[in-house]
């Protein structure tokens, strides 16, 4: 059964360290997108990447955040410097990039910035 | 813009009973998806179900159904003979058909089944 795998699963860091999430999208899917879900704000979207290149990384506050796609099967997104405001459970999620296929999830990053 | 709104914070149902979630979107595209997630305790996004919005025929997905209202933009979903393993979060998320297959969330309804 093909999943989306993300790493780590937890993450606790102070407040100025870098953080590094991962994702492996499902074999053969090339939209991979990355949400971030908080109890206020709940699920947004903070990038998204077709074939690899960036299409839309406007839900990301550009200062500190990241995305990036060094090959198919890697999608990482980097915080630095995080603060507390950051913690939140990110999620990875792929798709095969046609209208009607739904979105794959990883099961996320729960990151506590203190 | 497309929005999503769950007008249910939060919901109980008894074991075995039947639940509706509510909702509702905005959007002026004509082609697009409907889909409800299912989140566990667990955190995992489990899909639950999906509507096609040229169909006007009403998905099923064993308990689980939806009401697909295209004019009124709405979009419930039922769940029949509830059982504990149904207590979770559920969002109800769009997704236009051409162009970016990004999804809208809307903010969830919490259903907790009562035993």
């Known amino acids: 059964d093909a999943r989306v795998t993300q790493t780590p699963r937890h993450k606790v860091t102070e407040m100025g360290q870098e953080v590094t999430m991962r994702c492996q999208p499902i074999l053969g899917h090339n939209t991979v997108f990355w949400y971030r879900q908080t109890m206020m704000q709940g699920l947004e979207l903070l990038a998204y990447f077709r074939n690899r290149a960036p299409l839309d990384d406007s839900g990301m506050p550009k200062d500190r955040f990241s995305a990036e796609m060094p090959d198919a099967t890697l999608a990482t997104l980097k915080i630095q410097p995080s603060e507390p405001r950051d913690s939140a459970v990110y999620f990875c999620?792929?798709?095969?990039?046609?209208?009607?296929?739904?979105?794959?999830f990883g099961n996320g990053t729960r990151l506590t910035v203190t | 813009a497309q929005t999503v709104t769950q007008s249910q914070p939060e919901m109980s149902v008894q074991e075995a009973e039947t639940v509706t979630l509510s909702c509702t979107y905005d959007t002026s595209e004509s082609n697009y998806y409907l889909f409800w997630y299912k989140q566990p305790p667990s955190r995992q996004m489990i899909l639950v179900i999906r509507?096609?919005?040229?169909?006007?025929q009403n998905a099923t997905e064993n308990r689980f159904s939806v009401n697909f209202q295209k004019a009124a933009k709405s979009f419930s979903l039922k769940i029949s003979d509830s059982q504990l393993g149904d207590t979770a979060m559920y969002f109800c998320a769009f997704m236009k058909r051409a162009g970016a297959n990004n999804l809208f969330f809307g903010t969830g309804t919490r259903l907790t089944v009562i035993p």
């Open positions: 999620a792929s798709g095969s990039g046609a209208g009607d296929s739904p979105l794959h």
């Open positions: 509507q096609e919005a040229y169909k006007q």
